[in-house]
C-alpha cells in the first residue's frame, strides 16, 4: 500500500490508474506474473495488492472497449501517513546496513545504496503534502538522531555525483536528472532538519571554511528546478534563521509547521563575512538573470542603490557642477522614499497630538530611541499628564 500511496504523491495526484500503480510495483517490488487455471484473465498486482484493503475506493470506466480503474484512499491522510511510513523504514533500514558494515579500515566508508530512497524522493517535494511533514516529525525521532543525520549529509554531498542506476524503470514523472537532483537534495535537507530538530549550516556542508557560503548555492537549484508551488511549500513550512556568534556566521534550517515565518537574522548585508554590499553591479546581475521575483526587488531597491552612489560619485568632484548633477538625480530617485518618509512622519505628528505619552512610550517599545523632533515639534511627551493637558506640550 506504500508503493500505491507514493504512487499518487509522486504524481502530484490523489488517485492512480491501475497500469501506473503496475508499473511502479513491477519497478520496485519485482515479482514473477500471476499464474491462473482458470480461462479469466489474472488479476493485476494492483487489483491483488489494493483489494485486500477496505479504506481503498475504486473507480472504474470503459473507453474503446478498454477497461479503465482508477484507485484513491477513501481520506488523503491514509495515503499521506504511508508515505512518511515508508520514508522512515526506508531510512531505519538504510542505517542499520551502515551501522552494521562500519568503516573500511583500508578505504573508508563506502558510498551509502540509496537506490530506494533516491527512486521514491527525486519526483516530489514532501512539502507539498504538509500532513506527510507532521508524520514524519512524529515518526523520524525513532531512529537513532546522530547516525541518521550523518548519512542524510552523506547522500546530500553524494547527490550530484550518484551513479547508482538501481530502480531505473520507476519513472511516476518526466523529471529530468538535474530536476530530479534539487527534489532529492530538498527533501534530504527536510529530513535532516526534522532528525536533528532544525540543522546548522556548518552540519550540512562539513568541512567548509564558510559554510553559509553554500547554502546558496543549493537553494539556488531548488529555486531554478522545483515548481513554484513546490518552492513556496518548503519556504512555507521551513525557516532559515541567520546567526552570529564570536564572528563565526551559521544559519539552522528549522521546520516551523503553519507558524509565520520570521526572518531571524534579517538582511543585514555582508552577514555572510566580507559579502559585498549591493551597488550598481547587483542590479546588472538580477537584470540579466530575468527572474520575477528578483525583478521586484530591485525594482523597490534601485532608487537607494543609485542614489548612493551618486552621492559616493558626487565626493569625487567636490564643489564642481559635476558634483550638483549627481547629487540632483539621487535627489530626484529618493522622491518617492522622502515621500513615504514624510506621510509616515505626518502620520505619527497626528497619533502624538492626540496621545503623546501613549505613543512615545509605544515608540519607545518598538524602536528602542525616543520619538523625532519632526514628531514632537521639539516637546517632551509626559506619560503622566492630566486628561485636561494640552497634548503636544509641555506640562509643567
Same mark, same amino acid.
Given at each position: 500500500? !506504500?508503493?500505491?500511496?507514493?504512487?499518487?504523491?509522486?504524481?502530484?495526484?490523489?488517485?492512480?490508474?491501475?497500469?501506473?500503480?503496475?508499473?511502479?510495483?513491477?519497478?520496485?517490488?519485482?515479482?514473477?506474473?500471476?499464474?491462473?487455471?482458470? *480461462?479469466?484473465?489474472?488479476? !493485476?498486482?494492483?487489483?491483488?495488492?489494493?483489494? %485486500? *484493503?477496505?479504506?481503498?475506493? $475504486?473507480?472504474? #470506466?470503459?473507453? /474503446?472497449?478498454? !477497461?479503465?480503474?482508477?484507485?484513491?484512499?477513501?481520506?488523503? =491522510? *491514509?495515503?499521506?501517513?504511508?508515505?512518511?511510513?515508508?520514508?522512515?523504514?526506508?531510512?531505519?533500514?538504510?542505517?542499520?546496513?551502515?551501522?552494521?558494515?562500519?568503516?573500511?579500515?583500508?578505504?573508508?566508508?563506502? $558510498?551509502?545504496?540509496?537506490?530506494?530512497?533516491h527512486a521514491l524522493l527525486s519526483f516530489s517535494l514532501l512539502t507539498e503534502r504538509q500532513p506527510t511533514v507532521e508524520f514524519l516529525r512524529d515518526l523520524l525521532p525513532?531512529?537513532?538522531?546522530?547516525?541518521?543525520?550523518?548519512?542524510?549529509?552523506?547522500?546530500?554531498?553524494?547527490?550530484?555525483?550518484?551513479? /547508482?542506476?538501481?530502480?531505473?524503470?520507476?519513472?511516476?514523472? %518526466?523529471?529530468?536528472?538535474?530536476?530530479?537532483? +534539487?527534489?532529492? =537534495?530538498?527533501?534530504?535537507?527536510?529530513?535532516?532538519?526534522?532528525?536533528?530538530?532544525?540543522?546548522?549550516?556548518?552540519?550540512?556542508?562539513?568541512? /567548509?571554511?564558510?559554510?553559509?557560503?553554500?547554502?546558496?548555492?543549493?537553494?539556488?537549484?531548488?529555486?531554478? @528546478?522545483?515548481?513554484? %508551488?513546490?518552492?513556496?511549500?518548503?519556504?512555507?513550512?521551513?525557516?532559515?534563521?541567520?546567526?552570529?556568534?564570536?564572528?563565526?556566521?551559521?544559519?539552522?534550517? @528549522?521546520?516551523?509547521?503553519?507558524?509565520?515565518?520570521?526572518?531571524?537574522?534579517? *538582511?543585514?548585508?555582508?552577514?555572510?563575512?566580507?559579502?559585498?554590499?549591493?551597488?550598481?553591479?547587483?542590479?546588472?546581475?538580477?537584470?540579466?538573470?530575468?527572474?520575477?521575483?528578483?525583478?521586484?526587488?530591485?525594482?523597490?531597491?534601485?532608487? +537607494?542603490?543609485?542614489?548612493?552612489?551618486?552621492?559616493?560619485?558626487?565626493?569625487?568632484?567636490?564643489?564642481?557642477?559635476? #558634483?550638483?548633477?549627481?547629487? #540632483?538625480?539621487?535627489?530626484?530617485?529618493?522622491?518617492?522614499?522622502?515621500?513615504?518618509?514624510?506621510?509616515?512622519?505626518?502620520?505619527? @505628528?497626528?497619533?502624538?497630538?492626540?496621545?503623546?505619552? %501613549?505613543?512615545a512610550a509605544a515608540y519607545r517599545r518598538a524602536t528602542g530611541s525616543e520619538l523625532p523632533a519632526e514628531v514632537t515639534g521639539g516637546a517632551v511627551a509626559d506619560p503622566?499628564? !492630566?486628561?485636561? #493637558?494640552?497634548?503636544?506640550?509641555?506640562?509643567?
Open positions: 500500500m !506504500s508503493v500505491a500511496a507514493f504512487a499518487m504523491f509522486n504524481r502530484g495526484r490523489q488517485w492512480v490508474m491501475t497500469q501506473d500503480l503496475d508499473d511502479d510495483l513491477a519497478a520496485l517490488l519485482p515479482a514473477p506474473p500471476a499464474r491462473t487455471t482458470s *480461462f479469466q484473465a489474472p488479476l !493485476s498486482r494492483a487489483d491483488r495488492v489494493i483489494g %485486500k *484493503f477496505f479504506f481503498v475506493h $475504486q473507480a472504474s #470506466a470503459v473507453r /474503446d472497449d478498454a !477497461s479503465l480503474r482508477t484507485y484513491e484512499f477513501l481520506h488523503a =491522510t *491514509f495515503g499521506e501517513y504511508l508515505v512518511a511510513r515508508m520514508v522512515r523504514d526506508v531510512l531505519r533500514s538504510m542505517v542499520a546496513r551502515e551501522t552494521a558494515a562500519g568503516p573500511d579500515p583500508f578505504f573508508g566508508r563506502p $558510498q551509502p545504496d540509496d537506490g530506494l530512497l525513532a531512529l537513532d538522531r546522530e547516525p541518521t543525520t550523518d548519512l542524510l549529509v552523506r547522500l546530500l554531498h553524494n547527490a550530484e555525483t550518484r551513479t /547508482d542506476q538501481s530502480y531505473a524503470d520507476y519513472r511516476p514523472g %518526466k523529471n529530468t536528472f538535474i530536476t530530479r537532483c +534539487a527534489h532529492y =537534495t530538498a527533501n534530504l535537507v527536510i529530513l535532516a532538519s526534522l532528525v536533528a530538530g532544525g540543522i546548522t549550516a556548518d552540519r550540512l556542508f562539513p568541512g /567548509d571554511r564558510r559554510p553559509v557560503r553554500s547554502w546558496p548555492h543549493l537553494t539556488s537549484l531548488w529555486y531554478a @528546478r522545483l515548481s513554484g %508551488k513546490a518552492f513556496e511549500s518548503l519556504v512555507r513550512h521551513f525557516q532559515v534563521e541567520r546567526t552570529s556568534r564570536h564572528g563565526t556566521h551559521n544559519l539552522v534550517v @528549522r521546520y516551523i509547521g503553519h507558524a509565520e515565518y520570521r526572518r531571524v537574522g534579517g *538582511f543585514e548585508p555582508g552577514w555572510d563575512e566580507d559579502g559585498p554590499l549591493p551597488d550598481s553591479h547587483t542590479l546588472d546581475m538580477v537584470h540579466f538573470l530575468g527572474d520575477r521575483e528578483l525583478d521586484g526587488l530591485a525594482s523597490a531597491a534601485e532608487p +537607494a542603490i543609485m542614489a548612493a552612489d551618486l552621492r559616493s560619485a558626487a565626493q569625487l568632484f567636490s564643489y564642481s557642477e559635476e #558634483a550638483v548633477e549627481h547629487l #540632483a538625480d539621487a535627489w530626484r530617485l529618493t522622491a518617492r522614499m522622502r515621500e513615504t518618509i514624510e506621510a509616515i512622519t505626518a502620520d505619527l @505628528r497626528g497619533e502624538y497630538r492626540n496621545d503623546p505619552g %501613549k505613543v503622566d499628564r !492630566s486628561d485636561g #493637558a494640552q497634548p503636544g506640550r509641555n506640562v509643567p
